[in-house]
């Protein structure tokens, strides 16, 4: 648990960053914002596709091995953007190295979580989820200290160098699930052997599941909905310093959303035990729809931070 809270801490923490550097790549290179998050797209697209072949060695090997791979890619990655000289390389470094980096923070930890606890397993989840709002609610604002001291290129060396140490540190204590110890899961002892054996009772495999409506619906909405939050995260703060906010006030709008989010996992994680997790689904994305359409008016610092 504390391993997954971390490695999302790290690796969310490191992406909601980006944001952060805009203005400097602009300042510093002349490129347009759409070329500049054409980079993010890409490797938000790596980190999907890579996320698909992570989850499935993971069934295999664990996740020990390709956390560290992801580890090092992630920050390696970040090291090598205060090298960065030219828009290819922006996209060959963020837009593939660093989306390996990113593809395995929530496939790999979830899988391995929800394997180690049978009872309790949504609020399970949520805190480890609280990593990723940790993340967002303190590295954009380091990195803003950073690039105020020292400059953007020191920013990336130095969060390129505490990733990669970070994640490498406690990738040596994930196991793939708990019978590698000898141990049960969570709950699976107090249960009845039939409760227990319950949890697994109605699992379908990927091929079944592609062919029911509800997955399709699933991923129709998850693409939905990340595809306008991925967007937030790139732009809220260069659109926070287009409407005259300081530069740290910018990046707390960001760190914000990570530290309200922190509650809201817990309380939907929890919720999701009680409710199901549609219903929990559900009243996330009315909030989030909610939200999107106060951005339309958002037009000062407190409207931001509201929102």
């Given amino acids: 648990m504390a391993a997954s809270f971390i490695i999302q801490a790290v690796s969310v ?54 956390i560290v791979a992801s580890g090092i890619s992630l920050g390696i990655g970040y090291l090598l953007m205060s090298r960065l000289q030219a828009l290819w ?61 020292f400059g953007w290129r020191s920013a990336y060396l130095v969060i390129g160098a505490a990733a990669l140490a970070a994640v490498l540190a406690v990738a040596q204590l994930m196991r793939r699930d708990p019978h590698q110890l000898g141990l049960l899961p969570y709950g699976h002892h107090h249960d009845s052997g039939s409760a227990a054996s319950g949890s697994t009772e109605g699992s379908i495999d ?12 699933i991923c129709i909405a998850e693409f939905s909905a990340f595809f306008c939050l991925f967007t937030i995260i790139v732009h809220i703060v260069p659109h926070a310093r287009d409407l005259g906010l300081p530069p740290a006030t910018a990046a707390g709008v960001i760190s914000t959303i990570g530290g309200v989010s922190m509650l809201g996992r817990l309380v939907m994680g929890s919720a999701s035990d009680r409710i199901g997790g549609k ?6 994305f009315v909030i989030l729809l909610c939200s999107l359409v106060w951005l339309q008016v958002a037009a000062s610092a407190w409207m931001l931070f509201l929102r």
């Fill in 13 to 66: 923490g490191a992406m909601f960053t980006y944001g952060v550097f805009f203005k400097d790549f602009q300042a510093d290179f002349g490129w347009s914002r759409a070329a500049i998050s054409g980079a993010s797209s890409l490797a938000f697209l790596t980190m999907g596709l890579v996320g698909v072949i992570a989850g499935k060695l993971n069934d295999r090997i664990g996740p020990k091995v390709i």
């Fill in 89 to 149: 390389q922006l996209y060959l470094i963020y837009g593939v190295l660093v989306g390996i980096g990113f593809s395995t923070h929530d496939v790999i930890t979830l899988s391995t979580v929800a394997r180690w606890f049978t009872r309790r397993r949504g609020m399970m989840s949520g805190i480890v989820k609280v990593g990723t709002g940790f993340g967002q609610l303190v590295v954009p604002l380091i990195a803003t200290v950073l690039i105020t001291a």
């Fill in 279 to 284: 219903r929990s689904l559900i009243a996330c």
């Fill in 206 to 217: 990927l091929k079944a599941a592609t062919r029911t409506l509800q997955f399709w619906i």
